[in-house]
């Protein structure tokens, strides 16, 4: 499914919680992203941060489960890609995942990906949905010298 939104073209998808969607996910952004003029370093980031951003929702929201779906959203708006990413699961607090950097965390996997994104990414949010599940928000910015 593909809208418009504003003038700006939206992405629209809903994918299986299964391992081939966190391809498909990362496909359909990387193509976003390469038509807006993003260079390969910055199109290597968000295909990093989309791949666990979708992992997180299909494992450890959706636990792979064939009845819930992940919500793909992709759109720009002057200079930005912008993707929402929501799952069907319990929903967690990203302020109660360990801190990967403290000392007794260091040998832990846990955590790992959510600091990747955001150092990746120009913003990240995190926030609950109604009546379940996880959203989360990824901002990448393109730089002012690579605008369309």
């Known amino acids: 499914m593909s809208d418009t939104v504003s003038g700006n073209s939206l992405i629209d998808h809903l ?66 890609l912008v993707v929402h990413i929501g799952d069907e699961g319990n929903g967690f607090e990203a302020v109660t995942v360990p801190d990967p950097l403290a000392q007794e965390n260091l040998l832990k996997h846990s955590g790992r990906g959510l600091l990747m994104i955001q150092a990746f990414m120009d913003e990240f949010i995190v926030r609950k949905r109604d009546p379940a599940g996880t959203e989360v928000r990824l901002v990448k910015v393109l730089p002012p010298h690579k605008e369309f």
Not at 47 to 66: D, F, P
Not at 68 to 75: A, D, F
Request: hydrophobic share 40%; net charge negative.
């Open 15 to 80: 994918l299986d919680s299964n391992l081939g969607s966190v391809d498909r996910a990362e496909e359909i952004v990387a193509e976003a992203a390469t038509s807006m003029g993003f260079d390969e370093e910055d199109l290597h980031k968000i295909g990093i941060a989309i791949r666990e951003c979708m992992v997180n929702a299909v494992a450890h929201g959706n636990r792979y489960s064939a009845k819930k779906k992940v919500r793909l959203q992709v759109w720009t708006d002057t200079g930005r």
